[in-house]
């Protein structure tokens, strides 16, 4: 089925280490977007790209980055995990005016746990 | 500021009851749209709603309907003949446009976390 497709679906990593989640969409959607869930805080933003090798910075993006050196994917790197990033991620995908039920296509999320 | 705000942590409901989800929302924009989503134990996102700023009629999906308040930035999610299904997480989010470049960024609110009790 088309969609968006993020691996791995979870992680527990040690503090200090690195690591990539990897966001993938088949829809030739331009945006793509990273978010993280934490409870009581709904999703919040880290990165987004408006399109191929472009990213910027959303409401939390401190302690991550981001590329898209193709259309299709678009990776979240944590350089040196901290406890604090333990979180769900969340990556979605729209088109430039996004709306109603096809508006934003989301990932099934990946449970991230740092000790 | 907060701009999606959900002030119900949690509700309870019967079975087959109705039920309403608040939602209140701040922009300067006069073009956004309003999403509300479900994400149930699973953890996936389900899209449930749509509403844009400038549709006449409140948005209905199925037993979903969108109660839309321009003028109080109210956006509340009705739930018709509520379902054991239904318990899950509840957001509402808003999409700017902003001149054009919010690119589509969603804003949450916090969430509702639904109980249905049989």
């Known amino acids: 089925n088309a969609g968006v497709t993020q691996t791995p679906k979870f992680r527990v990593l040690k503090t200090g280490q690195s690591m990539t989640l990897l966001c993938a969409q088949d829809?030739?959607?331009?945006?793509m977007y990273w978010y993280r869930q934490d409870p009581g805080m709904g999703l919040r933003l880290i990165h987004y790209?408006?399109?191929?090798?472009?990213?910027a910075k959303g409401e939390v993006p401190d302690g991550y980055n981001v590329s898209r050196l193709k259309k299709q994917n678009f990776l979240l790197g944590l350089e040196s995990a901290a406890p604090s990033q333990t979180s769900v991620y969340f990556c979605?995908?729209?088109?430039?005016?996004?709306?109603?039920?096809?508006?934003?296509?989301f990932g099934s999320g990946t449970r991230l746990t740092v000790v | 500021a907060q701009k999606i705000t959900q002030t119900q942590p949690g509700m309870f409901v019967q079975e087959k009851e109705a039920v309403t989800l608040d939602c209140t929302y701040d922009?300067?924009?006069?073009?956004?749209?309003l999403f509300w989503y479900k994400q149930p134990s699973s953890g996936e996102m389900i899209f449930l709603i749509y509403?844009?700023?400038?549709?006449?009629q409140n948005a209905t999906e199925g037993r979903y309907s969108l109660n839309f308040q321009k003028a109080r930035k109210s956006a509340n999610l009705v739930i018709s003949a509520s379902q054991l299904g239904d318990s899950a997480m509840y957001f509402c989010?808003?999409?700017?446009?902003?001149?054009?470049?919010?690119?589509?960024?969603?804003?949450f609110g916090q969430g509702t976390i639904l109980t249905v009790h049989p």
């Open positions: 979605a995908s729209s088109s430039r005016l996004p709306r109603g039920r096809d508006g934003y296509t």
């Open positions: 829809m030739n959607h331009e945006y």
């Open positions: 790209s408006v399109g191929e090798g472009t990213t």
């Open positions: 922009t300067s924009d006069p073009s956004y749209g």
């Open positions: 509403q844009g700023s400038y549709d006449q």
């Open positions: 989010a808003m999409r700017e446009v902003a001149g054009g470049t919010s690119y589509g960024k969603l804003t």
